[in-house]
């Protein structure tokens, strides 16, 4: 499925803290999440502050052709890997803009931070995040891992 009008990346802000927390917060994506407990406020908002702050963590925000936010994903550097993570406003799901945020990201992670080996955690009852990965060339590894291998670019000469 292709989003209705192309996704613009940016790296979050201070400013994306709240949508953030409420995306997290929504009752489909806690049931997805690996830690479906909610999360207060002021929990997330050290969270997020720490994060911003983090070279080893990555957090992309996807914004509509309006400059609205669709979803965020988030890498975590994990032992020559990124760990990847994706939330979807609840409003924006079932529209593909998952699968361009994803691929958008992954993207940009290899060309900013030479990543290529990249990990998803996904619950095996979160059909939804298995065919978007799946789509997006991860496969299904142990557990609840999933693993995207890519070729390094080489670099232009």
């Known amino acids: 499925m292709s989003t209705p009008h192309p996704i613009h990346l940016r790296c979050a802000g201070h400013e994306d803290a709240r949508a953030v927390f409420d995306w997290r917060n929504d009752p489909v994506t806690r049931a997805a999440s690996l830690d479906s407990d909610p999360i207060s406020w002021p929990v997330h908002e050290l969270w997020w502050k720490a994060s911003l702050g983090r070279a080893d963590r ?8 309006w400059g609205r936010p669709v979803g965020l994903v988030r890498f975590d550097a994990l032992d020559g890997r990124w760990l990847v993570s994706i939330q979807i406003a609840p409003e924006r799901r079932g529209q593909g803009w998952g699968r361009a945020l ?4 992954l993207r940009r992670m290899e060309g900013k931070q030479g990543a290529h080996r990249f990990t998803a955690q ?5 059909e939804a995040s298995r ?3 799946a789509a997006c060339g991860f496969n299904p590894c142990v557990g609840l891992e999933w693993t995207l291998v890519r070729p390094r670019r080489r670099a232009a000469a």
């Open 58 to 65: 990555v957090l992309i925000v996807g914004e509509d052709a």
């Open 122 to 126: 996904i619950k095996d009852d979160n």
């Open 102 to 105: 994803l691929e958008g990201g």
């Open 131 to 133: 065919r978007l990965f």
